[in-house]
């Protein structure tokens, strides 16, 4: 259920993909994915049966893998310079965000880190579907 789909009944396959899971003390959570075609947002459990979906026709070397990261960590963090957005020349694949690049005290850039599914590697929690499906208690 993804924007870059070439057709419906179609799978997008991403080397990694981000999406804001929002878990309220109260009631479901919400997931905002601004590649669905889903309505933004949408509950965590149709987004996960209708864009996500069983494995069970995926070979078990390909399963997905979620890092899992609390917002305030997310934001205390991540660091990117855009330099993944470049070509090897250096010139922009797309245009760039009009705002500033993101950084930190530490880092000007660690998305690798955060795109690792090596547990020992990044912060936040490395899950498979059945973790991320118990994690926000649709399992």
Request: negative net charge; charged residues 20%; without cysteine.
């Given at each position: 259920?993804?924007?870059?789909?070439?057709?419906?009944?179609?799978?997008?396959?991403?080397?990694?993909?981000?999406?804001?899971?929002?878990?309220p003390t109260e009631g479901s959570p919400q997931v905002y994915d601004l590649d669905t075609v889903l309505p933004l947002p949408t509950s965590f459990?149709?987004?996960?049966?209708?864009?996500i979906q069983e494995e069970y026709s995926i070979r078990p070397e390909f399963h997905r893998k979620f890092r899992v990261i609390p917002a305030e960590v997310f934001l205390a963090h991540f660091?990117?310079?855009?330099?993944?957005?470049?070509?090897?020349?250096?010139?922009?694949?797309q245009p760039p965000p009009s705002y500033p690049c993101i950084a930190t005290q530490d880092?000007?850039?660690?998305?690798?880190?955060?795109?690792?599914?090596?547990?020992?590697?990044?912060?936040?929690?490395?899950?498979?579907?059945?973790?991320?499906?118990?994690?926000?208690?649709?399992?």
């Open positions: 259920m993804q924007k870059a789909r070439r057709a419906p009944d179609q799978p997008v396959i991403w080397d990694y993909h981000v999406l804001f899971i929002h878990k459990s149709t987004y996960m049966s209708e864009a660091a990117s310079d855009r330099s993944h957005m470049r070509n090897e020349d250096g010139t922009w694949m880092s000007t850039m660690n998305l690798d880190d955060y795109i690792s599914m090596d547990p020992a590697i990044g912060v936040g929690q490395v899950m498979d579907l059945q973790g991320i499906l118990k994690h926000f208690g649709t399992s």
